[in-house]
Structures are given as structure tokens and as C-alpha cells.
């Protein structure tokens, strides 16, 4: 496992034919993952906020898992985490990692 913070978000098996829940899922551990590594940085949700071009809104709602990732978003959350994002995206489960970038 690299030096990464991982979330992981495995769907229940009463809902794994659900499209909706393993979505909700998704955002879910995108959320904990952005939470994870903005405090492994010491920054508070405005400093986040600045760093992605995001309201504070936005930040809130993406770490509450209600914000839908986008490719762009992604990215900007990368950058603004100063971290490598990796994904891994299954029927059963999806994982998050932000990984620091080397110094």
C-alpha cells in the first residue's frame, strides 16, 4: 500500500444492483478522502476553498460525499491538495487515495 490516505466504500449486498447507492458511495469516499488529506495538510475548509477556486459550499458538500466528482473537479482537488489521486473504481467497492506528491 503506498504512503497514501485510503478511503474505500464496498456496497452492501442489498444494494449492489442499485446504480443510485454505488454512486452516493463514490462521492462518499471521494468526501472522506478530500477530509483525510486537507487535514493531513493543516489547512481548514476556507484554505481548501482558495487553493481549488471553490466556495466553502462546495468544499462542504464535497466532503459530506453530496458532490458528484467530475473529471475537472478531480483535478483541481489534486492540484489543490498537492497530491496524486487515484481511484479504483469496482461493481463492489470504490477506493480513494490522495497521495502526497514527493517533495
Do not use: C, K, N
Not at 452516493?24 to 489547512?43: E, F, K, M, T
Request: net charge negative; proline share 6%; no cysteine.
Amino acid at each position: 500500500m503506498s504512503a497514501g490516505y485510503h478511503t474505500s466504500w464496498s456496497v452492501p449486498e442489498e444494494h449492489r444492483l442499485d446504480p443510485a447507492y454505488v454512486e452516493a458511495g463514490a462521492a462518499i469516499a471521494l468526501g472522506q478522502a478530500v477530509y483525510d488529506r486537507r487535514s493531513a495538510l493543516g489547512i481548514d475548509e476556507l484554505a481548501l476553498a482558495e487553493r481549488a477556486g471553490l466556495s466553502l459550499e462546495e468544499v462542504r458538500r464535497l466532503e459530506g460525499g453530496g458532490t458528484p466528482p467530475t473529471l475537472p473537479l478531480l483535478r483541481t482537488l489534486s492540484r489543490a491538495l498537492d497530491a496524486t489521486l487515484d481511484v479504483s473504481i469496482d461493481t463492489e467497492e470504490t477506493r480513494v487515495a490522495f497521495v502526497p506528491r514527493a517533495a
